[in-house]
């Protein structure tokens, strides 16, 4: 199934929301439930998907992306688990601090750009920290289907080890758990080897997880179409900037710890976006004219768009230099 | 590897570039009155079959892919009947179309289905045609069915029974 809008349109269409339960799991992390404000179901959605939780900070709209990890079969309610990042640009740690119970919050209709193929023989998920919340949902999903996977999960510590009793609990063989300060690895290659033929593996976690397992795969003669990631990059700060906004003829500042999909949305213009993390394509810019240099950090766009400075995705993209126009 | 008649020489090229190759590879031969057979057996590969068909070799092809581990590579060569056919199989047993190498060789004849008796006829080097199963006028149409692995025949003197032009040798 492929995640590609039809038609970009302002934002992602929106669902008021209360918060239902607010579930602290441990140090850093803690699980938020969703149910629709007007008490029915909520959209349907299948394991991967993601939602985007509009946050009103003070004043400030924050907008994240985090992946669903409730059982797609239940939708009276949405889970998702947030790690709290102290050095990230405030999102988590609002939702961690001023998030309760009882409270009206917007999030986006669910978007997957993480699916499983159902077609496959097997599947595989191999899981860095918080990267486990898409296969919370994912490893509902098969078991429901009664298809075969297992999970390799990575954590820190045992006390970090977010979800780690409960999936062993119910599914002992199927979840291999792998601690960091007992020194114990992921033995990928041992792993991808004797895979039946039409396994796929799904890898979600830091960046650095995600290129070794395409690499490792890639090596071993895994067709490129089995080896399914997702990585949301967050936007990073940077030094402020200023553009021009041709179409809606205005002039903007991009301020340190903004976006410049922040920017435009503050600046009142109306801008697509699904995924906030570089990864969708459905905030892709046309650049009228630039004097100056592009900090590309998207997903998206291939090594020659990000050279030729034709486009940008401002969901995570900065840039540096006398003056950039842009196409909005 | 699966060949059938002259994609046995696109084998004997490939491990000509990498005799390596071979020590790894399990060939499936179709010969359909080539003799080719000996120079494929020459070139020692881990295992070789040769099948008096494709009928015959399917059961071979789909048992040694349901054996299969990830990192199995797979490379038709041949006819396009035997290639669309493999193909199949190979997807079927979780091969994205993608990752499978196909190489055409040999004659440019096509697997046909009949869209009316669903009949299908092997080695169709005319059109038109007459369906192998009901006896129809067929012309050789583009439209190509990946799951049958087959071109799609219809039929040509449908309005004006008897009108059939001069069939002609596909591809001249
Ligand atoms: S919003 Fe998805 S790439 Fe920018």
């Known amino acids: 199934m492929s995640a590609a809008p039809q038609k970009a349109k302002a934002g992602a269409e929106k669902i008021d929301v209360t918060v239902s339960a607010v579930v602290p799991l441990n140090e850093l992390v803690t699980r938020f439930e969703f149910k629709a404000k007007d008490g029915r179901d909520l959209p349907t959605f299948s394991a991967g998907a993601h939602t985007v939780v509009q946050m009103n900070d003070q004043g400030r709209t924050r907008l994240n992306p985090y992946s669903i990890m409730s059982d797609p079969a239940d939708t009276s309610h949405y889970a998702i688990s947030v790690r709290r990042d102290d050095e990230g640009r405030g999102g988590s740690l609002f939702m961690h601090r001023n998030v309760k119970v009882g409270d009206e919050m917007t999030i986006t209709f669910p978007v997957n750009l993480f699916s499983l193929d159902l077609r496959a023989r097997k599947q595989v998920f191999i899981a860095g920290g918080i990267g486990i919340t898409p296969f919370m949902a994912m490893i509902a999903q098969m078991e429901r289907l009664g298809g075969q996977w297992e999970l390799h999960y990575s954590v820190r510590t045992e006390a970090l080890g977010t979800y780690v009793q409960e999936l062993s609990y119910k599914h002992p063989g199927k979840v291999h758990v792998y601690y960091d300060d007992q020194s114990q690895a992921i033995a990928l290659e041992d792993l991808l080897d004797g895979q039946p033929l039409g396994t796929n593996v799904y890898v979600c976690g830091p960046k650095g997880m995600i290129d070794w397992v395409h690499a490792t795969a890639s090596a071993a003669g895994w067709p490129d179409a089995n080896v399914h990631s997702e990585e949301f990059t967050k936007p990073q700060p940077g030094k402020p900037f200023q553009v021009r906004l041709c179409k809606s003829d205005k002039v903007i500042d991009v301020g340190e710890h903004e976006s410049l999909l922040e920017a435009i949305e503050r600046s009142g213009v109306e801008a697509p976006f699904l995924c906030r993390g570089g990864a969708c394509g459905q905030c892709e810019t046309d650049v009228v004219s630039f004097d100056g240099d592009f900090i590309h950090r998207d997903h998206w766009l291939d090594d020659d768009q990000h050279a030729n400075g034709s486009k940008i995705m401002p969901c995570v993209s900065r840039f540096v230099g006398k003056s950039l126009e842009l196409d909005r | ?172």
């Open chain 2, 1 to 172: 590897m699966i060949a059938d008649a002259e994609g046995a020489e696109a084998i004997l090229e490939l491990a000509a570039q990498d005799p390596d190759l071979m020590t790894k590879s399990h060939i499936i031969f179709i010969p359909k009155g080539t003799n080719y057979t000996q120079a494929l057996r020459d070139l020692k590969p881990a295992q070789f079959y040769e099948g008096p068909s494709y009928e015959a070799a399917v059961q071979r092809i789909r048992h040694v892919l349901a054996e299969a581990k990830m990192g199995l590579q797979v490379y038709l060569t041949g006819t396009e009947g035997l290639m669309g056919q493999a193909q199949n199989e190979a997807m079927q047993a979780g091969i994205p179309h993608s990752a499978i190498q196909t190489e055409h060789r040999g004659s440019v004849a096509r697997r046909m289905q009949c869209v009316h008796c669903k009949g299908i006829t092997e080695d169709v080097i005319t059109d038109p045609f007459v369906c192998s199963h009901c006896g129809l006028n067929l012309f050789v149409r583009d439209h190509y069915s990946r799951r049958l692995a087959a071109y799609q025949g219809v039929c040509i003197d449908a309005e004006d029974p008897g009108n059939v032009p001069e069939p002609q040798e596909l591809y001249t």
